[in-house]
């Protein structure tokens, strides 16, 4: 069964430790993905960005494959089908096709306006039970064709917004989607501090979470975040093994064609990050 991920973060903030998101973009990633939570014993959110939900035929078939799998598959740790990064149609199209949490990004907007527009998605959500995530200072890099500045959140707006009621909420603290570059200063947790302080027991959220060295993580963890974003490793990953099969020449070999045995390295490989990120954060044994 799908849930929100309102009692999941809730209970991660108070534990100290975070719920992996991790995006999905096939049947292959999904099924990886919750194999790898349920063998964890982890709570888990999965992640769909609006271009990956039309690459899917729509959020209603995402939300069909997500509880379909759950239940074939017998997942019994919490689950969250959330929306990444979700303009304010997308976000009322998925809480109509099923999906238990979404996250509205109104970071582009003034603050008013976004202010305006997440009061609206909080009172249609909690109609339906379904967690909201919203966001303040854009995150840096780009996602699905959404380019983000990487601003540092101001503290007091963090405040503004997390007091209309959102469950978790995402700030830009210098962290980017995609590949760290070189040159990177990394994580701003002066503002983070400052950012937990003001917002107290809410559950802050970490975008970008592919290239964080992991002692940045841990500290970013400890300082309020209950839920990091992970989405470009789990893709390196899926492509690295692709590429060794192919380039191992074993879809030359037998039936090594057939896509069951073709994509069978880059599934195990998901699974692999998945795990690695999980112990890292801490979710381990937490279902
Ligand atoms: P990465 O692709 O950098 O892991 O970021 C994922 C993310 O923040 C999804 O919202």
Redesign the pocket.
């Known amino acids: 069964m799908l849930v929100s991920a309102k009692e999941m973060l809730t209970k991660a903030k108070a534990g100290k430790y975070a719920v992996g998101?991790f995006?999905i973009n096939n049947l292959e990633w999904t099924k990886a993905i919750l194999l790898t939570a349920q063998e964890c014993n982890s709570p888990v959110i999965l992640?769909v960005s609006e271009g990956a939900g039309k690459y899917m035929c729509g959020f209603k078939t995402v939300a069909a494959m997500v509880k379909a799998m759950i239940e074939t598959l017998g997942i019994t740790v919490p689950v969250a089908l959330h929306l990444?990064?979700g303009s304010y149609q997308g976000a009322m199209d998925a809480m109509d096709a099923g999906f238990s949490s979404v996250m509205f990004d109104g970071s582009h907007y003034a603050i008013d306006e976004n202010i305006e527009k997440t009061k609206e998605i909080i009172r249609l959500a909690g109609e339906k039970g379904i967690s909201v995530e919203a966001e303040v200072g854009a995150?840096g890099?780009e996602?699905d064709g959404v380019v983000g500045g990487g601003e540092v959140a101001d503290p007091n707006e963090c405040k503004m917004i997390a007091d209309l009621g959102v469950t978790m909420l995402a700030a830009g603290i210098g962290n980017?989607?995609?590949v760290y570059p070189e040159n990177w200063t990394g994580l701003n947790f002066d503002v983070l501090a400052e950012i937990q302080e003001k917002t107290g027991v809410m559950p802050l959220v970490l975008?970008?979470?592919?290239?964080i060295p992991e002692e940045m993580v841990k500290k970013a963890i400890s300082l309020g975040v209950s839920k990091v974003?992970?989405?470009?490793?789990c893709q390196l990953s899926f492509a690295a093994a692709t590429r060794k099969y192919i380039e191992e020449g074993k879809d030359k070999q037998g039936k090594g064609f057939d896509p069951r045995k073709l994509l069978a390295p880059g599934f195990e490989a998901i699974k692999a990050t998945v795990k690695e990120k999980m112990e890292l954060f801490g979710s381990v044994g937490k279902a």
């Open positions: 998101q995006n992640g990444d990064h995150i890099g996602e980017i989607h995609g975008h970008g979470g592919t290239g974003n992970v989405n470009t490793e």
